[in-house]
């Protein structure tokens, strides 16, 4: 929270007053996973709830003064996605098997691709951009049938009692032959990724 809805609330706090007399605008930083929730990452996806309703209320008391795109990505490349993790002890750990339990089999956008959208969608003015554009299919799914989409994450993600998260469907469907080289950009299939 502290990062995720705190670090974007208190910049914007601060720029309100120098945005308001350029006409500039803010792009604040959400997530799908506000309405494509995955398990294991709940305080990441309600702290992007949290500020998904930040700036969508933000922008009903701005008015026009400010325009706000709030930016919904999907899996897009970063150190996250391409394995490096925290260990108990407080450790950066590179674990690419465990990345992919976590990320599965869900198609990862370039980060040049994203950032391309990203900026291409703040000078339109746009008010939301789910990105890549195939993740926003996941909305009508989630209004229509929250039922089927829970059952289909349930499923996909979670193993049974004493079953290891890494023999889940999802990640069993990852390591068929092929699969990473079409789901993953280059950058997060290169085993080479710093850990210090």
């Given at each position: 929270?502290?990062?995720?809805?705190?670090?974007?609330?208190?910049?914007?706090?601060?720029?309100?007053?120098?945005?308001?007399?350029?006409?500039?605008?803010?792009?604040?930083?959400?997530?799908?996973?506000?309405?494509?929730?995955?398990?294991?990452?709940?305080?990441?996806?309600?702290?992007?709830?949290?500020?998904?309703?930040?700036?969508?209320?933000?922008?009903?008391?701005?008015?026009?003064?400010?325009?706000i795109t709030i930016i919904n990505p999907g899996v897009i490349e970063s150190e996250i996605t391409k394995g490096r993790f925290?260990?108990?002890?407080?450790?950066?750990?590179?674990?690419?098997?465990?990345?992919?339990?976590?990320?599965?089999?869900?198609?990862?956008?370039?980060?040049?691709?994203?950032?391309?959208?990203?900026?291409?969608?703040?000078?339109?003015?746009?008010?939301?951009?789910?990105?890549?554009?195939?993740?926003?299919?996941?909305?009508?799914?989630?209004?229509?049938?929250?039922?089927?989409?829970?059952?289909?994450?349930?499923?996909?993600?979670?193993?049974?009692?004493?079953?290891?998260?890494?023999?889940?469907?999802?990640?069993?469907?990852?390591?068929?032959?092929?699969?990473?080289?079409?789901?993953?950009?280059?950058?997060?299939?290169?085993?080479?990724?710093?850990?210090?």
């Amino acid at each position: 929270m502290d990062v995720n809805f705190w670090g974007q609330v208190y910049c914007t706090y601060f720029a309100i007053p120098h945005l308001r007399k350029s006409k500039g605008k803010i792009v604040a930083m959400a997530s799908s996973s506000v309405w494509l929730s995955f398990p294991r990452v709940t305080v990441y996806n309600a702290s992007k709830a949290a500020v998904m309703s930040f700036f969508e209320t933000l922008r009903i008391e701005v008015g026009s003064d400010i325009g706000i795109t709030i930016i919904n990505p999907g899996v897009i490349e970063s150190e996250i996605t391409k394995g490096r993790f925290m260990s108990q002890e407080g450790r950066m750990e590179l674990d690419q098997e465990m990345r992919d339990v976590e990320m599965s089999a869900i198609p990862m956008e370039s980060a040049e691709g994203c950032a391309k959208a990203i900026l291409k969608s703040a000078c339109r003015g746009d008010r939301y951009l789910a990105t890549p554009s195939w993740i926003s299919s996941a909305l009508p799914l989630k209004i229509l049938c929250p039922e089927v989409l829970d059952w289909f994450n349930r499923m996909m993600f979670i193993t049974g009692p004493k079953k290891s998260q890494r023999e889940a469907p999802s990640k069993k469907i990852l390591d068929l032959p092929g699969v990473k080289k079409f789901m993953y950009p280059s950058s997060v299939q290169n085993q080479e990724v710093k850990v210090d």
